[in-house]
C-alpha cells in the first residue's frame, strides 16, 4: 500500500491564481480531512469528509473547497490564492468515518503565495 | 468548539532525563486524546492515544495519562534519546456526540541534549 499520497510536494502560486491540492489514499478509509500547519499554529482542520459524497468544514474553511466523489480521492482546491494561504498542507485518512481513530498523513504539500 | 492548550512550547532535556507535556480541553464530552510526533520537514505520526475510559497508557518508554475531571491529559517520555528530538502535538475529539473534527493543540518542540 502507498498509505496518502499528496502532490505536488511544492508549489509556487501567485496571487489570485487557482488550484488544486490532489490526496489519494488506498486503504479503504472512510475519513479524510485537510490540515494547515503554520509556524507556532499547530495542524487546523480545513475541511473533512466522512464518506464519499459527505463534506463538511473545520476550523479554516474560507478560501478553500472540497469534494469527494469516490473513497480513494479528497482533492482541496484554492479558489484564488492569497498570501495568507502560504502555508503547508497535511491530507490524513483514517480507517472509519470519525477523527477517533489513528490519523495517516501525507508527506504535505508545501505551498507559497507570492 | 473543543479547544485543546499545550505547554510547554519548548521543552529540552539531557539525554536520559524524562520529559513532560501537558494539555487540556474544553469540551467535557471529548473522548480520544492523540498524541503525534513530528520530525522536522517529516509528516506527523500518532505515537500514542487513550481513550475516556482509560486513565493511563503505556508503549515502552512513551506513557499517556489522562485527568478527565480536570480536562487534561499529558504525555510522559522516560530515559530520553537524541531521537525522541521533535515537535509534539495532543488532539482531542468528541466522536460520540456527533463530532467529527480533531483539535489539535499547538505543538511543543523536544530537543533531547546528548
Known amino acids: 500500500n502507498a498509505g496518502v499520497t499528496q502532490t505536488p510536494k511544492f508549489q509556487v502560486l501567485k496571487t489570485g491564481q487557482s488550484m488544486t491540492l490532489q490526496c489519494a489514499q488506498d486503504?479503504?478509509?472512510?475519513?479524510m480531512s485537510w490540515y494547515r500547519q503554520d509556524p507556532g499554529m499547530g495542524l487546523r482542520l480545513i475541511h473533512y469528509?466522512?464518506?464519499?459524497?459527505?463534506?463538511d468544514q473545520g476550523e479554516v474553511p474560507n478560501g478553500y473547497n472540497v469534494s469527494r466523489s469516490t473513497t480513494e480521492d479528497f482533492p482541496l482546491r484554492l479558489l484564488s490564492a492569497a498570501p495568507s494561504q502560504t502555508s503547508v498542507y497535511f491530507c490524513?485518512?483514517?480507517?472509519?468515518?470519525?477523527?477517533?481513530?489513528?490519523?495517516?498523513f501525507g508527506d504535505g504539500t508545501r505551498l507559497s503565495i507570492l | 468548539g473543543e479547544n485543546v492548550e499545550q505547554h510547554p512550547s519548548t521543552l529540552s532535556v539531557q539525554e536520559g532525563d524524562s520529559a513532560v507535556i501537558k494539555c487540556t480541553y474544553s469540551?467535557?464530552?471529548?473522548?480520544?486524546f492523540p498524541w503525534y510526533k513530528q520530525e522536522l520537514g517529516k509528516r506527523p505520526q500518532l505515537i500514542i492515544d487513550?481513550?475516556?475510559?482509560?486513565g493511563e497508557k503505556k508503549d515502552q518508554r512513551i506513557a499517556v495519562t489522562l485527568n478527565k475531571t480536570a480536562k487534561h491529559f499529558s504525555l510522559h517520555i522516560t530515559e530520553t534519546q537524541p531521537e525522541d528530538s521533535a515537535v509534539y502535538f495532543c488532539?482531542?475529539?468528541?466522536?460520540?456526540?456527533?463530532?467529527?473534527?480533531?483539535?489539535f493543540g499547538k505543538g511543543t518542540k523536544l530537543s533531547v541534549i546528548p
Open positions: 487513550i481513550r475516556s475510559n482509560v
Open positions: 488532539a482531542a475529539t468528541n466522536s460520540g456526540a456527533g463530532s467529527y473534527q480533531l483539535t
Open positions: 469528509s466522512v464518506g464519499a459524497g459527505i463534506t
Open positions: 490524513a485518512s483514517s480507517y472509519q468515518g470519525g477523527p477517533d481513530q489513528p490519523q495517516h
Open positions: 486503504m479503504n478509509h472512510e475519513y
Open positions: 469540551d467535557s464530552a471529548s473522548n480520544y
